[in-house]
């Protein structure tokens, strides 16, 4: 018998934080309960999967990324119990769920950490966390956020120590050079899946382990024991996926996919790429860039965000070039007066000046790109963001769903929401929601659910093979997507101005060719094929006889 395709090959990803999504209780803060009563907007939109981040036990110094509790459910968004029913909500429309899953460290309020600081120096209860006499170890190893701490080391009074943290000193970071923290781990993992959970997108996988002398990332330890949780979760008989946070050059992030391994990772690189073809329209960079990354692994294995609920991570040359940095800065809407620790904190739309153009451009080469692309709650509404707030709030806002009070996000009294809801000019919720862009036939919304109607419908898209063909012009990128039935052809335009170029079919000589989005019948497939593509605009090309259908 034929195997079958892994779900997640291809699959859309909506990423969304359940706090601010939907308030079921009315205590202002987003909710399992809100969340399922929500799930028919994301059926209707026509995504694959959700992606929920943490919703642990957690003091929320990071967002949830600080957790307490790795077996239950923060109660401020219900209980193991409302997990179950959001989850049969969600499978029965056919949606399936990834859970956010935080290796690397816990919160300093979880009883393990709190037993380690006040366990006996070298002792096995100390020695579930990375602890040293001073601050003087590891110093190769970067420090992330550091806009709020200047070392990864943090003393602690009570264990008369210094404990490890790569993130927050809320942190701190686990060691995994202790068998028994591997179990644990191990077990949470068993933990979620026999719970029904369909993926993990695990945190910070870079950093599990450390050694003296190095940035204490992707560490050949680290590997081995991803491959150990590749290993218990293949010993569930479903297919579960397993998608890597690793903020690092494609073939670093590429070296956590194999099948021993994980199967996916994002492509960070690739995203800041989109962004600096925008920001200077021009697009050989973004070609190598996709160059590299297929050469890297196979394209299903990439997630593809334009946006999520972190800055828009640019780092300082390690990622990309420093070049492209100062061209994402320099070109994007205030990109040097919103810079957090390592890049941009803003949210998709108005990153792009609210440009829809651009907006809709990057949107279809997400969408018609290898792997699996991911799109950041309320950005397919193009939501603003509240730049004021502190951290990384300023892109966790809630969800604006319809016109009234706190855009239908909740019902309780303002001062009790999670974060204020979007009322900047341009962005103010009363007019950018669900419910009035549902109503409007051109909105950006209903362009996103038509472009996944379309990709649905076109199974190259989904996962055909992936090849760039020349372009004859600096600001367009061209290529196709072939799978057994079909071929899509793709060009896109980074200028604002309008671009006319010549296309070599040679190829696909004599074939049909017809633009899928508009339906419309162009010559036949020639060597010399002309188009012209307006300011940052785009086509999706159907290439010889298909269903007539697809339109
Ligand atoms: C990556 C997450 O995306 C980010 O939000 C978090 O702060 C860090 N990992 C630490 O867990």
Redesign the pocket.
Known sequence: MQKQEAWWKGAVIYQLIPRSFADGNADGIGDLQGLANRLGYLRWLGVDAIWLTPLYPSPLE??G?DITDFKDIHPELGDLASFHRFLTAAHDQGIKVILDL?L??TSVLHPWFQRARWAKKGSQERDVYVWNDDENRYCDAPVL?RKFESSNWEWDEVAQQYYFHR?LRH?PDLNYENSWVQDQMLEVIDFWIERGVDGFRL??VPFLFESEGSRCEGLPETHAFLKKVRQRVDSHSRDILLLA?AIQPINEAASYLDDKELHGAFNFVLTAHLFAAVANGECKQLRLCLEKSQQAVSGSRWALPLR???ELWLGDGHLIPVGIIQTIRDGLHQGHGHWLNWGINRRLAPLLNGDLRANRLLNALLYSLPGMPCIYYGDELGMGDWPGLRD?DPNRTPMAWTSVRNGGFSSAPDPLLVLPPITSPGYDYRVVNVEVQKQLPGSLLNWHRRMLTCRRLLPALRHGDFKLLESSHPSVIVYSRTCETMTVLVAANFSAAGSSLRLDLSKWKGKRTREVLWGCEYPTADKDWFIYLPSYGFSWWLIGEVDDSIR
């Open positions: 990071d967002g990324y935080v690397n460290h956020f993130f942190q945190d910070a946070e999520n609920h972190d990384r």
